[in-house]
């Protein structure tokens, strides 16, 4: 990934991208929401789960004694009831699958801001796609497991990464606005290529309302790239896997560096701007 640059960055439409890249060698059934009050009589807390709390979809499984359990934990607990220890074997809650299907629920990023209300059996479905679902922390230096809102996200990278998030007059790091810039190495069938990419902090629909561009060269020769910021919605991963961005191959890195084999010396230039 990229290291400070520097250039510059102006409010208006455009935003200037510069950076210095210094690597070693390659690592080489659905009825619509409403907006409203959702059952509130509590049955619906039945479904949660005595095993990891969550709400229950069928199959929904019960032991001799009544008590239930979802599919998944039933295999966690190896067929043994965790309340009273009876064998669980395959017999089925119908009574409470039927229950589930007269309830209408909250989504689970209400707090989030999504206030429509679900047929119990929609939710999972509506959740998948719900644009309040929590984002997932950009930061590619490491499989970080944290999520929550874009702010809550901000707040973590400058707190726990310890990210410049920059938004004043110049452009020298690789976060900026809602930007982020991704630079890694990897193997492109056998061979060895960088990448440099942009993913833009928001849901895809906010994403292309932008455009960016990317550049590489040195010795009077040059790679450019034109591309559509991805959401973070996309994991750096996917993003690489799917090849798009700026991608230099690893003979060409090594004539822009101008260095031996075993570090890279690369400066990756571009801009951002808004699409009217």
Known sequence: MAPPGGNAFKESNSTGLDYEVKMSKVEANNKPARYGIHSSNGVYELLDCLVCTNLMYPPIFQCPNGHTLCSSCKLKVHNTCPTCRYELGNIRCLALEKVAESLEVPCRYQSLGCHDIFPYYSKLKHEQHCRFRSYNCPYAGSECSVAGDIQTLVDHL??????DMH???????RYVKQFCLHFEA???????????????MGDEKEAKKFSYSLEVGAHSRKLTWQGIPRSIRDSHRKVRDSQDGLIIPRNMALYFSGSDKEELKLRVTGRIWKEE
């Open 158 to 163: 400058k707190d726990d990464h310890k990210v």
């Open 167 to 173: 938004d004043g007059c110049t452009f020298n790091h």
């Open 186 to 200: 990897f193997q492109l069938g056998t061979a060895p290529v960088y990448m440099a990419f942009l993913r833009f």
